[in-house]
């Protein structure tokens, strides 16, 4: 059985900031736990509708955990650009 292959996780610089306030335990699991399931299926999220002059950003909401991330996949598929996060 071949191991599924994760996409790299990166932050944008307001993304960081974002990460800087994160201070439960909660909001990190609940993060940790959506950032994993987009590194696995990078097409988990929504498409959020676009002009096209900026790359196709994603949604991904998980209500249970009460995180939202937006973020975008690069062409090879191989880095997720988290561009915002909200718990």
């Excluded at 800087?20 to 959506?34: I, K, N, S, Y």
């Amino acid at each position: 059985m071949a191991a599924t292959r994760r996409a790299r996780i990166a932050f944008s610089d307001s993304a960081i900031k974002q990460l800087e306030e994160l201070t439960t335990e909660r909001a990190v699991h609940a993060l940790d736990r959506a950032l994993v399931a987009i590194s696995v299926d990078p097409e988990i999220g929504d498409p959020i509708p676009g002009d096209g002059a900026r790359p196709d950003l994603r949604q991904y909401a998980d209500e249970f955990e009460d995180v939202r991330v937006l973020y975008f996949v690069t062409a090879l598929r191989t880095v997720v650009v988290v561009a915002y996060i909200e718990t």
